[in-house]
């Protein structure tokens, strides 16, 4: 199984969960799970996370793990449309900026269906409409699998007497 980042997983997980100042070993752990190919950070993820400051934006610019955690695969315009379209319906041009960058992280996870999970700390709210629409609840529409951070810790067995 791919676990596919949601940025909101990357800034959460820094500022609420695992700080990188308290929790290396968690940060560590995380780029070594992206050089086995169990983790990976969108293109799109990335970026807006990496347009901020702090320690997590430094840490996620270094080539370490830029190498080791962005998903390396060209989105697919039609599928994006697609997720778009049928995730979050017809939108104007405030609507889309609102939805922001989720959809290409969905359509990402659709492209190899079952082989792939969407990671986010979103949380199910199935009455939102439009681009009020949250990550589980599209990703659940399309029948991506769709966990927290937590979740996919689990999955991944971390403890922090990990050691690469």
């Known amino acids: 199984m791919l676990y596919l980042l949601d940025a909101d997983t990357l800034i959460t997980g820094d500022r609420k969960a695992y700080p990188l100042r308290r929790f290396p070993v968690f940060w560590e752990w995380l780029r070594y799970q992206g050089e086995?190919?169990?983790?990976?950070?969108?293109?799109?993820?990335?970026?807006?996370?990496?347009?901020?400051?702090?320690?997590?934006?430094?840490?996620?610019?270094?080539?370490?793990?830029?190498?080791?955690?962005?998903?390396?695969?060209e989105p697919d315009p039609a599928m994006i449309g697609d997720t778009m379209r049928n995730g979050y319906g017809e939108l104007d041009e405030n609507g889309v900026e609102l939805v922001g960058r989720p959809p290409f992280l969905i359509a990402y996870a659709r492209t190899r269906r079952g082989a792939r999970t969407v990671v986010t700390f979103e949380v199910s709210k199935p009455a939102k409409r439009g681009a009020n629409r949250k990550v589980p609840d599209v990703c659940r529409d399309f029948g991506v699998p769709c966990c927290t951070l937590f979740d996919m810790i689990e999955a991944l067995d971390f403890t922090t007497e990990w050691r690469g």
């Open 36 to 73: 086995l190919g169990n983790v990976k950070i969108p293109l799109e993820q990335w970026e807006e996370v990496t347009s901020g400051r702090g320690e997590i934006v430094d840490w996620l610019r270094t080539e370490e793990c830029r190498a080791a955690l962005i998903l390396v695969e």
